[in-house]
């Protein structure tokens, strides 16, 4: 049983493209590509964190603000 390595390959506007035949120039936009998603991911999730905490600090507020008349 032999595990051949599936080769990377890439798929824009419906057409697929081996990485390995891209040139260099491509190589380096897709992964100026990668990088600029995986920051969006990470922003993603540091905005969410920060909606979670305004949330709580809202309630917080609200739990100690006297009663409304």
Do not use: C, F, W
């Not at 993603?44 to 309630?59: E, G, P, S």
């Amino acid at each position: 049983m032999t595990k051949e390595k599936q080769e990377a390959k890439l798929n824009i506007d419906g057409n697929e493209y081996k990485v390995s035949d891209l040139s260099d120039n491509a190589k380096g936009q897709l992964q100026g590509l990668q990088a600029a998603e995986a920051e969006m991911k990470r922003l993603n999730i540091q905005l969410a964190l920060a909606q979670t905490a305004r949330n709580a600090y809202m309630h917080a507020l609200q739990d100690e603000l006297p009663a409304a008349k």
